[in-house]
């Protein structure tokens, strides 16, 4: 099983950035076969995905940050990355670091807080 820890949350104005990053170990060497995304959820609110990144390195984004939010890996470092761009008090939540392997195990991070104000 891989195990997840997330960084570079934290408190942002509306229209700034911030780049989240998943770090990955324990079965490290299948890293790269693996589905990853980011999921977030605000208070109330369920889960729900933001952005995925295939094996291929195929993406996939909610209607709500296309444009503006970019993941990206480096399966060498078992490293994903989420890039936001022009945060919204909308984007307020907890975001979560997922990983699904190709047998369809997934693994969950513990979450890093992001909180755009107005």
């Known amino acids: 099983q891989v195990q997840l820890v997330e960084s570079g949350g934290g408190l942002v104005q509306a229209g700034g950035s911030l780049r989240l990053a998943c770090a990955a170990s324990?079965?490290?060497?299948?890293?790269?076969?693996?589905?990853m995304a980011w999921y977030r959820q605000a208070p109330g609110e369920q889960r729900e995905l933001a952005a995925q990144i295939t094996s291929s390195s195929n993406t996939n984004y909610a209607a709500s940050v296309k444009g503006r939010f970019t993941i990206s890996r480096d399966n060498a470092r078992g490293m994903v990355y989420l890039q936001m761009n022009s945060l919204k008090p909308e984007d307020t939540a907890v975001y979560y670091c997922?990983?699904?392997?190709?047998?369809?195990?997934?693994?969950w991070g513990q979450g890093t807080q992001v909180t755009v104000s107005s």
């Open positions: 324990g079965r490290i060497f299948s890293f790269r076969l693996n589905t």
């Open positions: 997922n990983s699904v392997t190709p047998l369809g195990s997934a693994s």
